[in-house]
């Protein structure tokens, strides 16, 4: 496949993906969604990122019906990618994409969820010594050694079965084995490459033959570096004949590299045409004796590493290969990737409590479902539309209790009461229950949407937005397939009454095309008569606290009107004007909305405040 063929590649980012890797590996890196390789090629991390999803689940962006939807699915990456334990595994978080399979959402699910019992199980100094291990796999940028010994950390944290199976298999002693073995390589090393070193940094101390070879080499090039310095040092006027200069050469050279004077003899040219001639080929031909003594030694310490290691692949208890002829060390390095990746989404989920949904065929119902980008205490809400069963379940109380069967929810209530967070916990429920990871609830039953239009308010008034509003929000819904409507305050981008006619319309068509959908309004008294598979709902504010923040309830009242109370508004704006003609701006205002009941606010809120 040619790299132009994938969203996003064009010539000069093609171009450079092959001077840097080369086809094969660069189209390897784009298959394998690996972000790291696209990065190191010199693509932006961003841009990166965008192609690896297209590349990788192009059909599940589509899912993606609205720019609002793609900004709630980039921020719960971004959430997950940041509970990452590394680079890599935030990388593959963040190319994660909506699966349009059922059975592969599931089979996700299984995997995260396990993955998330298992972090919860771990007790804190397991937790600690897995997450030590990761880090110091991070730090040494993924090398084998790492690897190998996260391999080792993982299984003493008892991480071997279900999700982590493929670290269970592993070989103990042949981990063991093969750490000790890589402890005498620098960087990383080519599992499936021949004894010959080529492929082997040896480290300093793996050997000390090798270490002695290699001093002595360092010395003798810094003296060839410098043949006149050395001339100069054996030469004074005592000698007279080029036998003793050569001697005092030969002597002098194997004291400044603590080569045996016998090797340092052998390498003295036969002829010379001077004494700088011998000095100098002496020092070059020495060098080049040493270089191949090194080179020698290298390639038997490596064989000797590859044989530690065990170059033959691993095999099951029946003899038989395992894993495709893999090595320990090949085996462990996709082990640990594999785990990083699983954990961190299960250390994600456990960190902030989320749930696996349960997969429904139409509908969406959530009970003690909070906002995930809200941070501190959250009041959890209920709520859904569609068919599902949280209704049904007995001893709950019935704000907890979303109503079943209905298409489109028109939710209203109070300014600032949470309708648009409401929404987009909602889309962020759904949008993690597309990707097969668990959401933020106590419950969930969540459908499998084609699509998720989600569109927040827009300050803007003018027949532009509205028209950019529409093109964006209808085409979607009238798209074969399910769609999942979460549309904010449709009044905001033209008059009143003709948003109101709008705002029935889609709720119409809506229920017309056997979507679901929720609406948030202030203009459910302004509506015709919606459908019968239609219902509205109310958030409430009950006043204001004794620092006059407003007390609100965000939990929907179900098939109720919520009011958008602006005598709690006006009442904050009296108590907290200093100017004294601005207050009195404010209490003409309150006149306008009833100023008994923006005293009687005001007096609620004393009293609270004296009361503490």
């Known amino acids: 496949m040619r790299l132009q063929d994938y969203w996003g590649i064009g010539p000069k980012t093609s171009e450079r993906l092959v001077e840097a890797l080369g086809t094969e590996r660069a189209v390897e890196a784009i298959e394998s969604a690996d972000v790291r390789a696209l990065v190191d090629a010199g693509l932006h991390r961003g841009r990166a990122t965008r192609i690896l999803r297209r590349a990788n689940g192009e059909a599940g962006m589509d899912v993606l019906a609205t720019g609002d939807a793609r ?27 909506p699966l349009l399979d ?27 010594a897995v997450a030590d291990a990761f880090a110091a796999y991070d730090e040494a940028d993924g090398s084998d050694l790492a690897a190998v010994e996260t391999a080792v950390a993982l299984r ?15 070989d103990g002693d042949r981990l063991r084995d093969a750490a000790d073995a890589l402890a005498d390589v620098r960087g990383s090393i080519d599992p499936a490459g021949d004894l010959g070193g080529e492929d082997i940094e040896i480290a300093s101390g793996a050997d000390a033959e090798l270490d002695r070879l ?19 040092s054996v030469r004074d006027g005592s000698l007279r004949d080029f036998e003793a200069l050569e001697a005092a050469t030969i002597e002098h050279v194997a004291r400044e590299t603590e080569v045996d004077p016998a090797t340092v003899r052998s390498a003295a040219p036969d002829e010379a045409l001077d004494a700088a001639d011998f000095v100098s080929g002496t020092l070059r031909d020495l060098v080049a004796e040493l270089e191949s003594a090194v080179d020698e030694r290298e390639a038997a ?23 495709d002829g893999e090595t320990t060390v090949a085996r462990a390095a996709t082990a640990v990737s594999d785990a990083a990746f699983l954990l961190s989404l299960g250390r994600f989920a456990a960190e902030n409590g989320h749930v696996r949904p349960t997969l429904v065929d139409d ?51 109070a300014n600032s009461g949470g309708k648009t967070t409401l929404l987009e916990t909602l889309c962020a429920v759904a949008l993690l229950a597309s990707m097969g990871l668990p ?90 008569p919606l459908p019968d598979t239609a219902r509205i709902d109310g958030i409430f504010a009950e006043g204001l606290t ?26 904050r704006l009296v108590a907290n004007a200093s100017d004294r003609g601005v207050r009195a701006g404010f209490e003409h205002l309150a006149g306008a909305v009833g100023e008994e009941a923006v005293q009687r606010t005001l007096s609620d809120a004393e009293w609270a405040a004296n009361d503490e």
């Not at 396990?114 to 199980?121: K, L, V």
């Not at 003493?156 to 592993?170: H, I, Q």
């Open 71 to 97: 900004s709630v699915y980039d921020d719960l990456l971004g959430l997950a990618a940041d509970a990452a334990l590394t680079a890599h595994a935030a990388d593959r978080t963040r190319v994660l994409t």
């Open 102 to 128: 059922r059975d592969a959402v599931e089979e996700r699910l299984d995997r995260v969820v396990a993955a998330r019992d298992a972090w919860s199980g771990l007790d804190e100094a397991d937790r600690e």
């Open 156 to 170: 003493e944290a008892g991480l071997t079965d279900g999700p982590f199976a493929d670290v269970g298999a592993l």
């Open 214 to 232: 290699r001093e002595q080499l360092s010395a003798a090039r810094d003296l060839a570096d410098s043949a006149f310095d050395v001339l100069e």
């Open 301 to 323: 310490v490596a064989a000797d590493i590859r044989e530690r290691l065990g170059d033959e692949p691993e095999a099951d208890e029946d003899g038989v290969d395992a894993d």
């Open 363 to 413: 509908g969406i119902a959530v009970r003690g479902a909070r906002n995930p980008f809200l941070g501190g205490e959250v009041q959890p809400v209920s709520y859904g539309v569609g068919s599902h069963s949280l209704a049904d379940e007995a001893g709950v109380a019935s704000a907890d209790a979303p109503p079943t069967g209905d298409r489109v929810s028109v939710l209203t209530g």
């Open 439 to 528: 959401v933020p609830a106590d419950a969930a039953e969540v459908g499998t949407f084609d699509r998720i239009v989600f569109h927040r308010r827009h300050a803007s008034f003018n027949a532009g937005v509205l028209e950019s509003t529409l093109k964006s929000v209808v085409p979607p819904l009238t798209a074969d397939g399910r769609t999942l409507m979460l549309v904010d305050e449709f009044e905001a981008i033209t008059e009143p009454g003709r948003a109101a006619d709008l705002l029935n319309g889609l709720v119409t068509l809506t229920v017309d095309r056997g979507a679901l959908g929720v609406y948030v309004t202030h203009l459910a008294e302004d509506l015709s």
């Open 546 to 571: 004794n620092d006059l923040g407003l007390r609100v309830d965000y939990q929907p009242r179900f098939e109720t009107v919520g009011k958008s109370t602006p005598e709690f508004i006006v009442s």
